[in-house]
C-alpha cells in the first residue's frame, strides 16, 4: 500500500465563513477525516507548514514548500498538496522547475467550494488527487481538479467560479479520473530516469509588464534598478507598439545594456507567441534576440525566470536553460 503525505496550505477546500468572509480554518487532519475512502488504497500522514489564501502565497512558500517535500522525499511514494486556487497554477509551476526529474508524484489540488459544504468539489478533488499519487505511473508536479490531471507547467485558472477551474493550456491533459479509474493520455515514465534535483534558490526580482494600447514606454526604466528580469506581457502573437516616440524600444534597449533580462511574452493564453509574424515583432525580435515565451503559459515563465535567476544572471545561459523543455512547458522552439 502507498504512503502518501497530505500538505495542507490553506486555501477555499479549507476555508469557513466568517463576519469578514471565507477564510482557511480547517486543519490538516479535518481535511482527510472529510474523504475516509482513501484510507482502503493507501497510508497517509498530514502535515501544515503554513494555513493561507492563495493570494498571499509567494516565492516565499514556493521555496518552503520545496524544502518540506525534499526532507521528506525518501520516506513517501507521493506528495498532495491542499492549495488555494487563485496561484495554484504559479505554485504547481514553480514546484516544476524547483522539484525536477522526480519519480514521485506530487500533486497540487484544491476546491472551489469549502470541503464541510454538502455541495462541493473538494471531497472529489481530494479523493481524485489522492489516488492519482497512490499510481504507480504518476510522476512530476502536476495538479488534479476537476477531474483532469494537469501538467504542472500547464495549468491556468480560467474560472473563478464554476468545477472545471482549470485548463491545460497548449498541452494535452497528463490524465483522467472517471469512476474512480485513472485513465492516462500521457504516460512518459523513462525506463532508466535521472535522479530527482531539487533546487533552494529563485530569482525574485521579475516584474510583469502588462500592455494596454497607449502604454508608457518609459514604466520600464523606472522599474531598472529595483528588478533583475522584465517580462512584458505584449498583445496577440508579441510585438512592441511604437507610439511615435520609441520610448519602449528605447527602455529595452537600456535594460540589456545593463546586463538585465528582457523576456518577451502573450496576453492571449492559447496557441503562444511568434514574433517572427509582424513587424512590430520582428524588428525587436532581429534588433535584441529577446527570448520569448512561445506555447509556454503566463505562469510558467514567470516561475522559469525566478529559477533561472537563482542560478544565473548571463544572458546565453539565461536563453539556454529558458528553452530547455522542464515537465512538458514547452514543446519547440522555431529555429
Known amino acids: 500500500m502507498k504512503h502518501i503525505l497530505l500538505i495542507a496550505t490553506g486555501g477555499t477546500i479549507a476555508s469557513r465563513s466568517t463576519d469578514a468572509g471565507l477564510s482557511p480554518r480547517i486543519c490538516a487532519d479535518d481535511l482527510l477525516s472529510y474523504v475516509p475512502e482513501v484510507q482502503t488504497f493507501c497510508r497517509i500522514d498530514v502535515m ?37 486556487t487563485d496561484t495554484m497554477a504559479y505554485t504547481a509551476a514553480a514546484l516544476s522547475y524547483l522539484i525536477q526529474n522526480s519519480r514521485k508524484p506530487i500533486v497540487v489540488t484544491g476546491a472551489q467550494k ?36 494537469i501538467a504542472g507547467t500547464r495549468a491556468k485558472k480560467e474560472r473563478t467560479k464554476s468545477y472545471n477551474a482549470f485548463s491545460s493550456i497548449n498541452y494535452p491533459p497528463i490524465a483522467v479520473i472517471q469512476d474512480r479509474r485513472i485513465i492516462f493520455y500521457i504516460d512518459d515514465r523513462k525506463p532508466a530516469p535521472e535522479e530527482v534535483r531539487f533546487s533552494d534558490r529563485l530569482g525574485e526580482k521579475v516584474f510583469l509588464y502588462r500592455l494596454i494600447p497607449g502604454s508608457d514606454g518609459t514604466i520600464p526604466e523606472a522599474l531598472m534598478s529595483r528588478y533583475d528580469a522584465l517580462i512584458i506581457e505584449s ?3 508579441g510585438g512592441i507598439p511604437d507610439y511615435g516616440n520609441g520610448s519602449l524600444k528605447s527602455s529595452i534597449h537600456r535594460w540589456i545594456t545593463a546586463g538585465k533580462i528582457v523576456v518577451m511574452a502573450t496576453q492571449v493564453p492559447n496557441e503562444g507567441s511568434d514574433m ?11 534588433i535584441y534576440d529577446l527570448p520569448e515565451s512561445y506555447d509556454m503559459t ?37 529555429e
Open 114 to 149: 469549502p470541503i464541510d459544504l454538502p455541495d462541493t468539489d473538494a471531497r472529489t478533488n481530494l479523493t481524485d488527487s489522492i489516488r492519482f499519487a497512490a499510481d504507480a505511473r504518476a510522476h512530476d508536479v502536476c495538479i488534479v481538479f476537476g477531474g483532469s490531471v
Open 235 to 237: 498583445f496577440g502573437v
Open 48 to 84: 501544515q507548514p503554513f494555513s493561507l489564501d492563495s493570494t498571499n502565497i509567494y516565492w516565499k512558500h514556493w521555496l518552503l514548500l520545496s524544502e518540506l517535500i525534499q526532507k521528506n522525499y525518501d520516506a513517501y511514494d507521493g506528495f498532495v498538496l491542499c492549495h488555494g
Open 298 to 334: 503566463l505562469e510558467a515563465v514567470v516561475a522559469k525566470t525566478m529559477w533561472i535567476l537563482g542560478r544565473t544572471k548571463e544572458r546565453k545561459e539565461f536563453r539556454k536553460l529558458f528553452y530547455t523543455a522542464v515537465n512538458h512547458d514547452l514543446l519547440f522552439v522555431p
Open 276 to 286: 517572427s509574424v509582424y513587424e512590430v515583432g520582428h524588428a525587436v525580435k532581429n
